[in-house]
């Protein structure tokens, strides 16, 4: 059994919204991850598991996806009639691919979600979410930087991260690159160790790359490998930055800042279907030459 003082890390999901292969498309990753002889295998959408002892979990970001990824991950299914080791669910934004797996988890098993004021509005409004009874789901608004504990002895702190509103809130165009209660990224302590959950970051400011230096170990939004991928690649008309996502490559890109921040271990997370990183290429040694890890479903890490 692992020590209190350990902190044990699964990525549920790895891939952005939409997963690995995305449903509708058929780009070369998408259809390499079709082929049960490529060595690109499916992924789903982003998510982040987390204990300090293997018994109690916490996740990060309820995927669409989270049955799937309970079954592929024997440490998060029942020991017994009627039993989970998710004890807490802890959201990032409100995004379909953070919000949806709520709905997964209506099965009469108590659990606590943490989210902000604003993203825990958006489950209030949405009478959909009353599957989930209030007698066993508490839900809890936490302020910005407000200490809460997800899992006893493991603190937790939600921090302004510039992003945007969710997709289905936008109205015309969205204010870019805004700190408020929309995107957050999440804070993770266990006694010396410091952990960093980003799925999703517009820009990075002074104050947030001050904030993650020497961190032991950081998951960070790696969207898209350049600013206009989805536009090149025919799949899309925004940009990364127009969908709230900093590149990984380019000018600001988060290649660059990062490499120079000390954190001990650095991993892509939220990879969009076309992102050629998922592949053997010069975009992946590019990533991996600096010391950066392109984050899959059921990786581990252990600090």
């Known amino acids: 059994m692992k020590k209190s003082s350990d902190v044990r890390i699964i990525v549920l999901g790895s891939a952005a919204g939409g997963g690995l292969p995305q449903w509708n498309c058929g780009c070369l990753n998408c259809t390499m991850a079709r082929d049960p002889g490529s060595a690109l295998k499916p992924q789903t959408q982003s998510s982040l598991a987390v204990s300090l002892d293997g018994e109690a979990w916490a996740v990060f970001n309820a ?44 099965e009469k098993q108590p659990f606590t979600v943490f989210s902000t004021c604003s993203v825990g509005e958006i ?4 009478p959909v979410f009353r599957v989930l009874d209030p007698e066993l789901v508490s ?5 910005i930087e407000e ?9 937790a702190r939600l921090f302004t991260v510039p992003g945007k509103v969710p997709l289905f809130l936008e109205e015309d165009e969205p204010d870019l690159n805004v700190e408020g209660e929309n995107t957050v990224g999440i804070e993770l302590k266990a006694g010396s160790k410091r952990v960093y959950y980003i799925p999703g970051c517009g820009v990075m400011n002074a104050g947030l790359g001050a904030r993650l230096a020497d ?11 350049t600013d206009r991928e989805m536009i090149a690649t025919g799949t ?3 940009t990364g930055r127009r969908m709230g996502h900093m590149p990984i490559s380019g000018e600001g890109g988060s290649l660059d800042i990062l490499d120079g921040l000390n954190i001990r271990r650095k991993v892509y997370i939220h990879i969009n279907n076309t992102n050629p990183i998922w592949r053997p290429g010069p975009e992946r040694t590019a990533v991996e030459s600096r010391g950066f890890e392109v984050g899959f479903d059921g990786m581990e890490v252990s600090l």
């Open 63 to 106: 995927s669409p996806d989270i049955r799937q990824q309970i079954e592929h991950n024997r440490l998060l299914q029942p020991r017994r009639l009627r039993h989970s080791p998710i004890k807490s669910v802890v959201l990032t934004n409100g995004d379909i691919d953070h919000l949806a797996g709520l709905l997964v988890l209506r």
């Open 123 to 126: 489950i209030a409004e949405n």
């Open 139 to 143: 839900r809890r608004s936490v302020e």
């Open 147 to 155: 200490a809460f504990f997800p899992l006893p002895d493991l603190e």
């Open 215 to 225: 961190a032991d170990a950081l998951f960070f939004d790696g969207t898209l490998f």
């Open 236 to 238: 899309g008309r925004k």
